[in-house]
Nanobody, 123 residues
């Protein structure tokens, strides 16, 4: 199982970025895919999750209304569209996978992780 997160970078406050999580080595549409983030000196936290079908999504309160998660099962890829970015969104963003359809928010529920991509929101 391999997950690879990409798309991070430096963006000004109010700007947008789209992260991608590309997967291989497993039956992608049997898995929930979840984004977490970890800011310097802070614990890793849940950001957003999407069910295997893409019909059910969930978001942390801190990103609700600004971030959108989607998936393309034909391309084995999940996207995280991040709009109206704030300095407090600065973090390393990780995607994780778990078989099934439950949107767990705890990191210990996810056996598979990507390497992370850094998002920096700064003027």
């Amino acid at each position: 199982v391999q997950l690879q997160a990409s798309g991070g970078g430096l963006v000004q406050p109010g700007g947008s970025l789209r992260l991608s999580c590309s997967a291989s080595g497993f039956t992608f549409d049997d898995y929930v895919i979840t984004w977490f983030r970890q800011a310097p000196g802070r614990a890793r936290e849940f950001v957003s999750a999407i069910s295997w079908s893409g019909r059910r999504t969930s978001y942390a309160d801190t990103v609700k209304g600004r971030f959108g998660i989607s998936r393309d099962n034909a391309e084995n890829t999940v996207y995280l569209q991040m709009n109206s970015l704030k300095p407090e969104d600065t973090a390393v963003y990780y995607c994780a996978a778990r078989e099934g359809n439950i949107h767990y928010t705890a990191i210990d529920k996810y056996p598979y992780w990507g390497q992370g991509t850094l998002v920096t929101v700064s003027s």
